[in-house]
């Protein structure tokens, strides 16, 4: 087994499912770092006899694609923080890198935020990378701009967590927040009292592995794989009241 990671460089990806290709792999699972730039190799790849399964983003032309619902994810968590809020006041969207998987999160957020005519989203365009560091930046921007944010929603785990630090270092605590991924380090601070982290919805990368491993296995053995999209339901961890 070949593990690679891309850190969201989709030139370095190709790079390395070219290598694969060289290396007569016989299936690649892919997290695309672009869904639509991936798509010339993921066609060499399987024009060389590879399979090639697409786990947690899409990537264009894959042999079959297995993703948590991040749309439901999205609704889930914002809902949550909308009942929270009382449905009504100053709501902020930490955004991401552009790829399927985080579109479909801030996309199930704002239908969640959208059947609250008393809910203010004041900005939905600040990309955090995804990362702890770039959160605290984009946290610390909008606690700039806003004087006051009743909700905010993080499209992962790590963006929250960064953006909690810097509304820590801000002594800023009037907003509560939510996230997506249910990281174990996220659990466990949700879990304590005393800071604003209500919940987060749990991927669940075990199954949705498996179900790559299974359906690719298949897919070399030419067995007819009916069902090629499959979304894995996320699952809200909350604080406890």
């Known amino acids: 087994m070949l593990i690679r990671s891309d850190a969201y460089d989709w030139q370095r990806q190709i790079g390395q499912i070219n290598d694969f290709i060289e290396q007569k792999v016989d299936l690649i699972v892919l997290t695309a770092a672009d869904e639509y730039k991936v798509a010339a190799v993921v066609a060499k790849a399987q024009r060389a006899g590879i399979k090639v399964i697409a786990v947690d983003v899409n990537a264009q032309g894959a042999d079959a694609t297995i993703t948590t619902d991040n749309v439901q994810a999205g609704v889930i968590a914002c809902e949550k923080l909308a009942e929270k809020i009382g449905y009504q006041g100053n709501f902020v969207i930490i955004n991401g890198v552009l790829v399927s998987s985080v579109i479909e999160r801030v996309a199930g957020c704002k239908s969640a935020l959208n059947k609250y005519p008393n809910i203010t989203l004041l900005s939905d365009r600040m990309n955090g990378t995804g990362s702890v560091e770039g959160g605290m930046e984009a946290m610390t921007y909008l606690m700039e ?15 929250a967590f960064g953006a909690l630090r810097a509304a820590q270092q801000a002594n800023r ?12 380090f996220a659990v466990d601070i949700i879990k304590q ?26 897919l070399l053995k030419g067995k007819e794989v009916l069902q090629r999209f ?4 996320s699952v809200l961890v909350e604080k406890n009241e």
């Open 145 to 159: 701009e806003y004087q006051h944010i009743d909700a905010v929603f993080t499209i992962n785990d790590p963006t």
């Open 173 to 184: 605590n009037e907003f509560l927040l939510a996230s997506i991924d249910g990281a174990p």
């Open 193 to 218: 009292a005393g800071n604003p982290w209500i919940a987060t919805a749990i991927q669940r990368p075990v199954p949705m592995a498996e179900k790559a491993i299974e359906i690719g296995m298949d």
């Open 230 to 233: 499959i979304l894995i339901p």
